[in-house]
């Protein structure tokens, strides 16, 4: 309105020193200015994820969302079966510790069969429970070392106890095919990891120097010659072997100081004319 105004006086100047100007004119500045038309903005629509053809037809998005679904069913199926496995695997731990504890009495100079008679009896319970991991595994083809980590360690401390029953019993090594055997496994689907089992033997070798020092103790003057013997044809086949530095490689390190301690009691026994003469074994070479 203002500027209706303003535009009229200023006309009314113009006319005062320019009197042919055409009223017609005047008429047109007097009309205020005429504001443009409001255009409003339209309501916000959220958009679809399904988007439409010239046809009208829907038209799915690139498969993102499905393969993300995919994703959290595989996961899903992973975590059940695992969670499985690992119930599993606390019974087998479970078992290992009736085992050890059993073992722990050949420190206190009982005899072999009464020190064997309870571990024994675990062992059918180690193979039942294998068949029933065996079982899950196979549920999923393809994908054993997937999970193998989840019984790798209790493996390896399984296979450390029957070594070591097996060695009191006989004095010699457990195969790796024997210790497939005493716990119901099959190589071709669900066997021992090679791995596994040479872990557990030297885990074995650890518990030699101890055994010695108590056997002597209780004056079983001639278990060190035996036990060094043993060690030392172990760590002479090991030494075969292109280890790497892993883990298997340190336990085969530490399977040294288990033959260097040894050798020592040995050695003290042999000063001592304590030993049978006669049973002389060579010292390897370091």
Partial sequence: ???????????????????NIPSTLFALHLIPPHSPPS????????VSPIAFMAGG???????LEKQFEDFRAQLEESGTLRDRIR????????????????????HQSRSTPEVLEKPKTQIAVLKELYNRLAEIVRESPGRYYRYHGDWKSETQTVVSLLAFMHWLETGTLLLHTEAEETLGL???EFGLDVEDYLVGICFMSNELPR???????????????????????????????????????KKF???????????????????????ANGDSVEKPAA
Avoid: W
């Fill in 87 to 106: 119930a599993v695997v606390m019974e087998i731990e479970s078992t290992t510790r009736l085992i050890h504890s059993g073992l722990l009495l050949v």
């Fill in 1 to 19: 309105m203002k500027s209706a105004f303003r535009n009229g006086y200023f006309f009314t100047l113009s006319r005062s020193l320019n009197p």
């Fill in 39 to 46: 255009i409003s903005s339209p309501p916000f629509r959220s």
């Fill in 211 to 249: 055994y010695v020092v108590n056997q002597v103790t209780a004056g079983d003057y001639d278990c060190p010659r035996k036990v060094m013997k043993f060690l030392t044809d172990l760590h002479a086949s090991f030494r075969l072997l292109n280890l790497r530095n892993d883990f298997l490689r």
């Fill in 253 to 275: 390190d530490g399977m040294k100081y288990d033959l260097r301690r040894v050798e020592e009691v040995y050695y003290d026994v042999k000063i001592r004319g304590l030993a």
């Fill in 57 to 63: 037809e829907p038209h799915a998005l690139p498969p």
């Fill in 186 to 188: 099959n190589g071709s």
